[in-house]
Structure formats: C-alpha cells, structure tokens
C-alpha cells in the first residue's frame, strides 16, 4: 500500500516570490508520482507526472517537480508565482503496474500576496 | 488530454433516496475511477473499473454503491440509500497511459 504525506496544509507566498510544496510518500514497490492542482470549486487538473526516467519533471504553468528516491519525495516548485496560481494542490501515488488507485496527500492550499 | 464530463453538476436528495452520477467520456477508455472528496478533506478512491468490471473498490465502496457501464459510453455511479455522510463532491476519472484525468465532479449534498 502507498501512502503520501503533505507537511504543509497552507502555504503563503508573496506574488513573483519562489515556492516549494513538499510530498514524501511511502511504498514498498515502485511508484509512479502526480501533482494535481485544483482551483476554487473546480476539478482536479494534472499539473505533472514522474514514471520514469528524468528524476526532474516540468509541467504546465511553470511546474516542476524532483523526484528523489531516496529521500522519498516529490516537492513541487516553482520560481515566481502569480496571482493566479492561488489554488489547492495535491499529490498523489500510484503503484507501478500502472492505472491503479491514486492515493492523495491532504494537499497544501497555495495563498499567493499581492 | 482528454475529456470527462460529469452529469449532474449538483444533485440535492433526501436521505434514504437513490442517486445516480453520471460520467460521459468523449473518447473510447478503458480505465475508469470513481473518487469522492469531502468538503476540507482529501480525494479518496472508491472504485476503479476496467473491462466492464469492478478492478478494485475501497472500504467505503460498501454494498450502497455500485457501478456500471450501461451502452458502453456512460459510466455511472449508484447510491442505493444515500446517508447524509455521502455528502461530497463526486469524481469520475479516466486512465490513459498510466495517467488519469478528472471530470469537473458532481456535488451531492443529502439532507
């Protein structure tokens, strides 16, 4: 079973500041590793991926995410933030076979200051 | 990517009453999910579907729910007897290519 742990439940950040939100996970087989970011009363949208090979993945809006196998982690980040990326972001696990469950974190609600 | 559409955007029901929630991809998949988000809480799985069976359901996918794919292109939710802890946003998902994308969900809110 895989389990993800999202330290920070809220994040303030200063408009065109940098940011990081952190993911560790925990699995006992391999695992393929998502960002999802979901704007106020909307869906959830796939922000980013890692399933294999560059252990640094970019996404959209400027994203990007490190995966770090051994220290278990995932974090999320980006080197100057906007206005409107104010929004909750989860990360989420899934087993290494692929198209199984995606088990997310309690997410990090990013607060962007003008 | 591609696109889920779920129907309807908010049902309201009494508890006791069956609901049905409702996931229309526009493309041909084979992989679907259902997940539910309390309000202020974390995206939970219930139930993944593939080939026209239930591949793996969670602990809160008890015999209230069920699913199914009626004409090939829907994919549908079922509450038998709704309580008022089902209360939560619904989302149906697809998986392509070891990905899975999210319809904009369904509110239901029991009273």
């Known amino acids: 079973a895989q389990s993800v742990t999202q330290l920070d439940s809220q994040v303030p950040v200063f408009e065109e500041a940098p940011v990081e939100l952190r993911c560790n996970y925990s699995s006992s087989v391999s695992v393929y590793l998502f960002w999802y970011v979901q704007y106020p009363n909307q869906g959830l949208q796939l922000l980013l991926k890692y399933l294999s090979g560059s252990t640094l993945v970019k996404g959209i809006n400027g994203f990007e995410a490190e995966f770090n196998k051994s220290q278990t982690s995932f974090h999320l980040r980006k080197p100057s933030v906007h206005i409107s990326d104010t929004a909750e972001y989860f990360c989420?696990?899934?087993?290494?076979?692929?198209?199984?469950?995606?088990?997310f974190g309690t997410g990090t609600r990013l607060t962007i200051i003008p | 990517e591609p696109e889920v559409t779920q129907t309807p955007s908010h049902q309201v029901t009494q508890m006791g009453q069956e609901v049905i929630l409702r996931c229309v991809p526009i493309s041909n998949h084979l992989y679907f999910y259902w997940y539910r988000q309390i309000l202020g809480q974390k995206v939970e799985f219930l139930v993944s579907?593939?080939?026209?069976?239930?591949?793996?359901k969670s602990e809160i996918f008890d015999d209230q729910f069920s699913v199914e794919r009626p004409d090939g292109s829907n994919f549908t939710l079922k509450i038998r007897s709704t309580k008022l802890e089902d209360s939560a946003m619904y989302f149906c998902a697809i998986g392509q290519s070891y990905e899975q994308y999210f319809g904009p969900g369904t509110r239901l809110t029991v009273t």
């Open positions: 989420a696990v899934t087993g290494g076979l692929g198209n199984e469950k995606l088990t």
């Open positions: 579907f593939y080939n026209n069976e239930i591949s793996e």
